[in-house]
T-cell receptor, first 109, second 113 residues
């Protein structure tokens, strides 16, 4: 139940939408998260979704959860250069958090 | 409200030495988690402390140990340092055992030469 997979890199142009994808194996996960890590810094909790939800929107961020396929995505609308960072997908189950390896988002001006 | 703090920011040690890393959780949080983030890799869960006790540990050798103090701050000790221990060590805190939100500190960069 620990496997969380993400693609390593994503490059987009400023103003476009970014979609970062994640797959996980543990179907009993209760919460799923997206964290952002800027260079040299810790992780910042961006948003999370409860496993009985399909979608959550928070300003420019939209989280989609396909529980059947165990697929989580993060859409960033109107991507800005300040969104350049590493994005980690994570899930929570039985008092443990499991993290993916992170997707490095590069936003080109 | 102050966030999670960690000290030192950077730590340079030589192989075979011991390193001590410190973490202060957000006020009111009783759970502290430690993670290792080696260069280019994701977070590997190290240890979890809650209410002063070790609740879970990841797949790391016993030379990685720690403790949690009565004020809920925590210390991570790494003995007999090896070159591959070089990494960013992140501490996170959550309100209590079973809380599903955790908040991270800025990390301690440990370099072993």
């Amino acid at each position: 139940g620990e496997d969380v997979e993400q693609s390593l890199f994503l490059s987009v142009r400023e103003g476009d939408s970014s979609v970062i994808n994640c797959t996980y194996t543990d179907s009993s996960s209760t919460y799923l998260y997206w964290y952002k890590q800027e260079p040299g810094a810790g992780l910042q909790l961006l948003t999370y979704i409860f496993s009985n939800m399909d979608m959550k929107q928070d300003q420019r961020l939209t989280v989609l959860l396909n529980k059947k396929d165990k697929h989580l995505s993060l859409r960033i609308a109107d991507t800005q250069t300040g969104d350049s960072a590493i994005y980690f997908c994570a899930h929570y189950n039985f008092n443990k958090f499991y993290f993916g390896s992170g997707t490095k988002l590069n936003v080109k001006p | 409200e102050a966030g999670v703090t960690q000290s030192p920011t950077h730590l340079i040690k030589t192989r075979g030495q011991q390193a001590t890393l410190r973490c202060s959780p957000i006020s009111g949080h009783t759970s502290v988690y430690w993670y290792q983030q080696a260069l280019g890799l994701g977070l590997q869960f190290l240890l979890w402390y809650d209410e002063g006790e070790e609740r879970n540990r990841g797949n790391f050798p016993p030379r990685f140990s720690g403790r949690q103090f009565p004020n809920y701050s925590s210390e991570l000790n790494v003995n007999a340092l090896e070159l591959e221990d070089s990494a960013l060590y992140l501490c996170a805190s959550s309100l209590s055992r079973g809380s599903y939100e955790q908040y991270f500190g800025p990390g301690t960069r440990l370099t072993v030469t």
